[in-house]
């Protein structure tokens, strides 16, 4: 029997990621005593329990992952442990980090999972009723029942900033359609530029690219992103493009007026 909480025309589930301790072990290559001992330092949060067995979820995995990225930067258990704490109290993470808001393309923003009720809750415009609408944009997936997965929580945080503002459904739709065609577009580009590599490329050196190119690929779409909205302004950098944008939402521009009027 189908779940009646999601949209006929949702996308098909992602697999659920349920691990045991040791499962989670051999799939981070991280020992079972180290993962206890992130979870009684406070780094890691604990599994769900189901009866005596501990079940661990691809936010572990995540959260994993970024401990091993932060150590590699030098950090040490217990400054990953205020680090999260400051985060998650709301502290600006360049901040935290003491890094220059471009500097941080070097950590991945973790995704978090949600379910229908706190969707509703942060996004009450578009949950329930336009869920499906916004599961098409990619920016909340489907990964179990009830489950959903936010790959993006900044971008996440961004609609419901716009939702707050008074933006429509609709608006809100249309904005994040056009950022995930545009992320379609770029992965295909770059699948098929993995696809057609030059011969000589070996594996190793793909891997070193691929894993260098990630971060690189997040930073400069999104920084392209801000420069093309200034150029569209008739201006560059960013404190100057706030700026604009502040005139022009005073003025009630039209989105595609220029600057020449000043």
């Known amino acids: ?14 697999p659920v990621v349920e691990l045991a301790i040791d499962e989670l072990a051999r799939r981070t290559g991280i020992p079972v005593r180290t993962i206890r001992e992130y979870q009684s330092m406070g780094v890691l949060p604990p599994p769900e329990r189901r009866g005596r067995i501990g079940i661990y979820r691809q936010f572990h995995l995540s959260r994993l ?10 950090y040490s258990l217990a400054g990953i442990r205020d680090l999260l704490a400051s985060w998650q109290d709301g502290a600006d993470l360049g901040e935290v980090l003491g890094l220059a808001p471009d500097e941080l ?52 945080q961004l609609t419901m900033d716009l939702q707050n503002a008074g933006f ?3 608006q809100l739709l249309a904005l994040l359609g056009s950022i995930g065609q545009a992320a379609d577009t770029a992965a295909d580009a770059v699948l098929r530029l993995l696809d057609e590599r030059p011969a000589d490329v070996d594996d190793e050196r793909l891997a070193t690219l691929i894993k260098r190119g990630r971060g690189l690929l997040a930073h400069g779409t999104g920084r392209l992103t801000v420069h093309t909205l200034g150029r569209r302004l008739g201006i560059t950098g960013d404190e100057a493009s706030i700026a604009a944008l502040g005139r022009r939402l005073e ?10 009027e000043r």
Not at 65 to 74: M, N, P
Not at 116 to 130: F, G, H, I, K
């Open 65 to 74: 992952e970024l401990i091993a990225r932060l150590q590699r930067r030098g």
């Open 251 to 260: 003025k009630g521009l039209p989105p595609d007026a220029s600057e020449q």
């Open 105 to 156: 393309v070097h950590i991945d923003e973790p995704g978090m999972p949600a379910t229908a009720d706190q969707l509703a809750r942060l996004l009450p415009s578009l949950v329930p009723e336009r869920l499906g609408d916004l599961m098409a944009t990619g920016v909340v997936e489907h990964c179990g029942p009830d489950r959903y997965c936010v790959p993006s929580p900044s971008l996440l």
């Open 168 to 170: 429509p459904p609709e």
């Open 1 to 14: 029997m189908s779940d009646p909480s999601i949209p006929a025309d949702a996308p098909a589930a992602l």
